[in-house]
Nanobody
């Protein structure tokens, strides 16, 4: 069973940046894909971004151009660089892996507020 642990969340002002990290217990080079999801209070969990084992990436329309997903196979780590943050980006952010079994992290809170 793959274990995923997110970090890097926090409070940031609108227009600011944060970098989320996800540490995996297994070799992510063998994973089919990894991604980030988020869940705002009172809303369903939504997809944010995905990166495949060969490096193809995809983004939700709401974050495209502002967020960048990347991974470091040597460190077994997944990242999400978030720039130009908006209050509507406030949510708990979850790391996801298709290893091929689906695994989730426990989440990290991101709050965008002045």
């Amino acid at each position: 069973q793959v274990q995923l642990v997110e970090s890097g969340g926090g409070l940031v002002q609108p227009g600011g940046s944060l970098r989320l990290s996800c540490a995996a217990s297994g070799s992510i080079a063998s994973f089919y894909a990894m991604g980030w999801y988020r869940q705002a209070p009172g809303k369903q969990r939504e997809w944010v971004a995905t990166i495949t084992n060969v490096g193809f990436t995809g983004y939700a329309a709401s974050v495209k151009g502002r967020f960048t997903i990347s991974k470091d196979n040597a460190k077994n780590a997944l990242y999400l660089q978030m720039n130009s943050l908006k209050p509507e980006d406030t949510a708990v952010y979850y790391c996801n892996a298709q290893a091929p079994a689906i695994a989730w992290g426990q989440g990290t809170q991101v709050t965008v507020s002045s």
